[in-house]
């Protein structure tokens, strides 16, 4: 009797077997490192309001903390993004969704501005709450501005002025009155209206009036007209818009959400002129782009099970760090933008970079492949979700839209050695400075 119930137990197990290896799920990809380069969160005007007032004929409005800081609200919506990070790293089993992280595994790099490094504390207080706070690493504030962020004129000199000037005339096709004015770009007459409504009494410096030219710059030569001076006017009504100032207030109650979609193409137009020129990206975006790729080639630079992968000279952060999390501006998205070729269109606009959106770089690594695939995505909050700091989560989603990496194959997996060798063609090794400036912790 034993032996034949050893017998039926023997093929039941048998039988369980098959199916037991069928139940078992394929591997898949992992991911194992992040960078994050983010805009840092709203902030006023950085022109003082009697300039402003030229071009208009109502005061603009007074702000709660000085010019260029972080406001409260803003800290209150860069602190939705915290959270929502790391839910996010948690679903893709990069961090736990719980627990302190070590300071082994984040590594916090800011501008000197104040809103940088604010922005940076209130997104990773809400990252990992009750864990104390984060170390924010940027260099002494002086003189000279940081390189990764600001590197011209400061660390390297602007392009001649021929060169600039050609370069500007290829992207306005040798028709700058036309690109520059309201025959171009004809909701700049909007704009018109909403900073003087009345024809009977006219702003001091009225917008439509400026003269179309080219003059020295910070890149060498700079465009000036309507369309650049509109660029500034309209980030600050947007800045308004997303602090949560009452609808009354946001552009004297000229403005709400549909009439910013209408303005915010001319602001990215205009930025973009200045910054995702080829010239000028390669002069202000190199150095960013070639430490940004010196990071990722540390963070699988060893043995694949490597803990501590070996230093690599250039990377931001320490070997074995899961995530690098950088603090720049909105400058910053444009230029590696227009390095890497990337565009993306969301919140019903192309381009654009709100406050805190950030261009994020993940290495993810296939199940019985050594090497790493590299995805790359731009996440941004709607102006509706900044106005509101509405809670993110994995239902409720922050804008986020994958992008195709340089020199790789739309939705086709990216290996990093393809992306590497593409992103370093495409930036100019005479705007590179190999080693990071020295970091001091941020009071």
Known sequence: MRIFTAFLFGIALASQAPA????????SPQLRFALIVSRHGVRPPLVKAETLDTYVTSPWPE????????????????????EYLRLNLADSGLLPLSGCPTPAEIFLYADTDERNIASTRATFDAFAPNCGRFDVHTIVPGKVRDPLFSPVPDTFPAPSSEA?????????????????????????????????????????????AKPVDFKPGEWGVSARGPLMTASTLIEDLELEYVDAKPLSDVGWGRVDAATLHRLLPLHVKAFGLGLRTPLFARAEGSNLLVHVLDTLLQATNGPIGDPVPPEVVGAIGPPGAKLVYISGHDSNLF??????????????????????????????????????????????????QLRSAEELTLQHRPDEVELTPTGCV?????????????????????????DLV??????
């Open 164 to 208: 600039a000037t050609e370069a500007l005339r290829a992207v306005l096709h040798d028709s700058p009155e036309f690109e520059l004015g309201a025959r171009g770009n004809p909701d700049l007459n909007l704009l018109a209206h909403i900073l003087a409504p009345d024809p009977a009494h006219p702003a001091a410096d009225p917008i439509l």
């Open 410 to 434: 739309v939705h086709h997996p990216c290996p990093l050695s393809m992306f590497v060798r593409a992103a370093r063609q495409r930036l100019d090794p005479g705007f590179v400075k190999p």
């Open 63 to 82: 702000w709660e903390v000085p010019l260029g800081y972080l406001t409260p609200h803003g800290a209150e919506a860069l602190a939705k993004m915290g």
């Open 20 to 27: 037991q290896k069928q139940s078992r799920a394929p591997a």
């Open 438 to 443: 020295t970091t001091q912790i941020a009071p």
């Open 335 to 384: 230029t590696l933008g227009g390095l890497l070729g990337l565009h993306w269109t969301a919140d019903g606009r192309s381009d654009d970079t709100p406050p805190d959106s950030q261009l994020v770089f993940e290495l993810w690594q296939r199940p019985g492949v050594k090497d790493y695939d590299v995805h790359i995505r731009y996440r941004g909050q709607t102006l509706a």
